[in-house]
């Protein structure tokens, strides 16, 4: 095998990725990380959490999250209520205009592949992993800046921080 085909499957895997992205913005008008709240907001009770809650579910800082939730109430997919006795809190609840948009959207790349990942063995689990840690050492990537680019864990968490819509 040359080492170009393995160029070209890192790129192809990176395009999916950014046309999956481009996608969802383009058909949904929400980013993927505005998905993932919205998917967070809908499974916590009574479909509401304190910002502080999303932040620390999605691994992002509070700046991130206060512009994915500002654009997020700006659309009408979610609301901000203040908490009755104590108006420092705020809880942010799921609209329905917002649960209309989630039943439309399709399960992300990330959330498939999490899912058939689950079906590897450990020992395949584990040569996936090692490969992708020597890719990483060659392309020279340090771990800070890996923190800086969000990701999907495998129970749908959106992990890492940064920057992200």
């Known amino acids: 095998?040359?080492?170009k085909s393995i160029?070209?499957?890192?790129?192809r895997i990176v395009r999916s990725i950014n046309l999956e992205s481009k996608k969802v913005q383009k058909d949904f008008g929400v980013s993927i990380p505005q998905i993932l709240c919205l998917e967070f907001?809908?499974?916590s009770p009574n479909y509401q959490a304190t910002q502080r809650a999303i932040r620390e579910h999605l691994n992002l800082n509070s700046s991130t999250v206060t512009g994915i939730i500002g654009r997020l109430e700006k659309?009408?997919?979610?609301?901000r209520l203040p908490k009755s006795g104590d108006k420092r809190v705020t809880h942010i609840t799921l609209t329905s205009s917002g649960d209309e948009l989630l039943q439309k959207t399709p399960d992300l790349l990330q959330q498939r592949l999490s899912s058939k990942l689950k079906r590897l063995s450990p020992e395949e689990l584990q040569?996936?992993?090692d490969s992708l840690e020597t890719l990483i050492e060659l392309l020279e990537i340090k771990t800070e800046e890996l923190e800086e680019f969000p990701f999907i864990s495998d129970d749908g968490v959106l992990e890492g921080k940064g920057e992200v819509e």
Do not use: E, F, P
């Open 1 to 3: 095998m040359d080492y």
């Open 7 to 11: 160029l070209i499957k890192i790129r």
């Open 41 to 43: 907001l809908k499974n």
């Open 75 to 79: 659309n009408g997919l979610l609301a």
């Open 127 to 129: 040569r996936m992993s």
